[in-house]
């Protein structure tokens, strides 16, 4: 079947740095994409990964191993506007279809 | 980057009636576009896949009766909730690829509450 976990819930504190891990088994892959969602609204596009290794952009990194399964995206320099869920998603077989996980809460302290 | 939008934001209903909720891509044109629903604190569920000029393709579950998808344009597609009961009450978005799979832009959203 296909399947994408990541944490539940992750806390930080402002301008630190923190790590959100994905695992991914899917039964085809073009691609690996993280979303940022503010509580009661859409998602916002952050990052898509298709080739191994690390893609930078601003505060915000996004890294995929495609033979391990697993992509994290990194914030840097966290601010309190960072406190959103943070959501991991596979175009696998299909066309044009995402395949979700559930989601990361991520709080930040001040 | 591209740009889609839904109407309306939100809308309040009474139980038995149609909800109709319009998906427009503003400056490029989607042969593609779905529909997700999202209840509180649980992640995107996607409802059904909507193509131009065909039927949608639903997800298991949902009631193709029920959700009525029209994809009539390179540019809008329109989910009607029928019939529309408390439980259906949710966040409903939709989305589409622009010119290539590397982005899927999501429209602002739809908060329906049915009484």
């Known amino acids: 079947g296909q399947n994408i976990d990541q944490p539940t819930e992750m806390t930080a504190t402002e301008g630190a740095i923190v790590q959100i891990n994905c695992t991914y088994q899917?039964?085809?892959?073009?691609?690996l994409f993280w979303y940022q969602q503010h509580a009661g609204e859409a998602p916002t596009f952050l990052s898509y990964?298709?080739l191994d290794g690390l893609e930078e952009k601003g505060r915000f990194s996004s890294f995929l191993s495609r033979s391990k399964g697993y992509s994290y995206l990194l914030l840097k320099e966290l601010q309190m506007k960072d406190s959103a869920s943070y959501l991991c998603a596979v175009l696998g077989d299909s066309n044009y279809q995402l395949i979700w996980g559930a989601g990361t809460k991520l709080i930040i302290k001040p | 980057g591209a740009v889609v939008s839904q109407h309306p934001s939100r809308v309040i209903c009474k139980s038995g009636t149609s909800v109709k909720i319009e998906c427009r891509s503003l400056?490029?044109?989607?042969?593609?576009m779905f529909w997700y629903r999202q209840f509180p604190k649980q992640s995107l569920m996607l409802m059904a896949t909507?193509?131009?000029?065909?039927?949608?393709?639903?997800e298991q579950g949902v009631e193709k009766d029920k959700f009525l998808i029209n994809h009539a344009s390179l540019t809008l597609s329109t989910l009607t909730v029928t019939s529309a009961h408390p439980e259906d009450s949710s966040f409903y978005i939709c989305s589409a690829f622009g010119t290539s799979r590397h982005e899927q832009y999501f429209g602002p959203g739809t908060r329906l509450t049915v009484t």
């Open positions: 400056d490029f044109q989607a042969t593609t």
């Open positions: 909507s193509n131009e000029g065909s039927k949608a393709t639903y």
């Open positions: 990964n298709v």
């Open positions: 899917t039964s085809g892959f073009n691609g």
